[in-house]
């Protein structure tokens, strides 16, 4: 089993008033299923409204993140899966449900975590 991140950033969500309202109701249905299946590890939203810093080996906190990284905001689900071919499946009932295209990535396994 492998660990898939699930995402899009807020740009894609186009989706205005009434249907942003289906949108909610439907994702918070697709992401009620993962968790009835047993695949659900976590999701939510990036809050933009806590400002991003970049902390130091030293404790030192800087405004911003890396200068040379893209923003990151917008929703995610994290969902424990059996294979690629699954994950896609899961991304493109949430890419139904939130009316906009879904990134998947792939968590590298790491035995010690």
């Given at each position: 089993?492998?660990?898939?991140?699930?995402?899009?950033?807020?740009?894609?969500?186009?989706?205005?008033?009434?249907?942003?309202?289906?949108?909610?109701?439907?994702?918070?249905?697709?992401?009620?299923?993962?968790?009835?299946?047993?695949?659900?590890?976590?999701?939510?939203?990036?809050?933009?409204?806590?400002?991003?810093?970049?902390?130091?080996?030293?404790?030192?906190?800087?405004?911003?993140?890396?200068?040379?990284?893209?923003?990151?905001?917008?929703?995610?689900?994290?969902?424990?899966?059996?294979?690629?071919?699954?994950?896609?499946?899961?991304a493109a009932r949430l890419a139904t449900a939130?009316?906009?295209?879904?990134?998947?990535?792939?968590?590298?396994?790491?035995?010690?975590?």
């Amino acid at each position: 089993m492998a660990k898939y991140l699930i995402s899009f950033p807020a740009a894609a969500m186009v989706a205005r008033d009434a249907e942003l309202e289906h949108a909610s109701r439907d994702s918070h249905a697709v992401i009620e299923a993962a968790k009835a299946a047993g695949v659900y590890v976590f999701g939510g939203g990036i809050d933009a409204g806590v400002p991003v810093v970049r902390v130091s080996g030293d404790g030192s906190v800087a405004e911003g993140g890396y200068p040379s990284g893209p923003e990151l905001d917008g929703g995610f689900a994290v969902l424990e899966l059996p294979s690629r071919d699954a994950a896609v499946a899961w991304a493109a009932r949430l890419a139904t449900a939130c009316r906009c295209d879904q990134e998947l990535r792939a968590f590298h396994f790491d035995p010690a975590s």
